[in-house]
T-cell receptor, first 110, second 116 residues
Framework: GQSLEQPSEVTAVEGAIVQINCTYQ??????LSWYQQHDGGAPTFLSY????GLEETGRFSSFLSRSDSYGYLLLQELQMKDSASYFC???????????FGDGTTLTVKP | DTGVSQNPRHKITKRGQNVTFRCDPI?????LYWYRQTLGQGPEFLTY????????KSRLLSDRFSAERPKGSFSTLEIQRTEQGDSAMYLC??????????????FGDGTRLSIL
């Protein structure tokens, strides 16, 4: 089976940097994606990592360590609009089935 | 790009009734996914299609659930003999071909199902 662990809640202030961790257990591993979901909204894709290292996209970066079965999403220069839930999702093959974590609720305070 | 469209937005029905949801993906996307999401949890994979072929179905799904994508365009998800535990948000997503995780899945706003 597969399982993912993320912190349930994180709080930070505007302008700060926050890191949301994701550890996974899976029988195989192909890649890790991150999605953002605002309250009442649809999930939106943020990033994907298949190889070790850091992928940067604007204020958001995602990191993967395959040997540690661990990844994180880094959000810089936090804005109020970044308050949302963030999900990591693991793919254990190059196929469509993915397993999502239960999400981390990020609250950004002024 | 009109986005992924799901209908209806809300469905309230009595236990034991059958329900059907529709998903219209982004037109050039040949992959289509169905998920279920309950409060405080992440989307739970149900099934996915590449064109009209249903390539995988979650073992979590009982045979009360069926999905179709007859012409490789829109898809329907049917739940027969609904149960209280079926109450959830049902999400549809679509994507282009390519490495699966690396192709962004574009989600619709979902159909919220409430079983009385």
């Amino acid at each position: 089976g597969q399982s993912l662990e993320q912190p349930s809640e994180v709080t930070a202030v505007e302008g700060a940097i926050v890191q949301i961790n994701c550890t996974y257990q899976t029988s195989g591993f192909y890649g890790l994606s991150w999605y953002q979901q605002h309250d009442g909204g649809a999930p939106t894709f943020l990033s994907y990592n298949a190889l070790d290292g850091l992928e940067e996209t604007g204020r958001f970066s995602s990191f993967l360590s395959r040997s540690d079965s661990y990844g994180y999403l880094l959000l810089q220069e936090l804005q109020m609009k970044d308050s949302a839930s963030y999900f990591c999702a693991v793919y254990n093959t190059n196929a469509g089935k993915s397993t999502f974590g239960d999400g981390t609720t990020l609250t950004v305070k002024p | 790009d009109t986005g992924v469209s799901q209908n209806p937005r809300h469905k309230i029905t009595k236990r034991g009734q059958n329900v059907t949801f529709r998903c219209d993906p982004i037109s050039e996307h040949n992959r289509l996914y169905w998920y279920r999401q309950t409060l405080g949890q992440g989307p739970e994979f149900l099934t996915y299609f590449q064109n009209e072929a249903q390539l995988e179905k979650s073992r979590l799904l009982s045979d009360r659930f069926s999905a179709e994508r007859p012409k490789g365009s829109f898809s329907t998800l049917e739940i027969q003999r609904t149960e209280q535990g079926d109450s959830a948000m049902y999400l549809c997503a679509s994507s282009l071909e390519g490495v699966y995780g690396n192709q962004p899945q574009h989600f619709g706003d979902g159909t919220r199902l409430s079983i009385l």
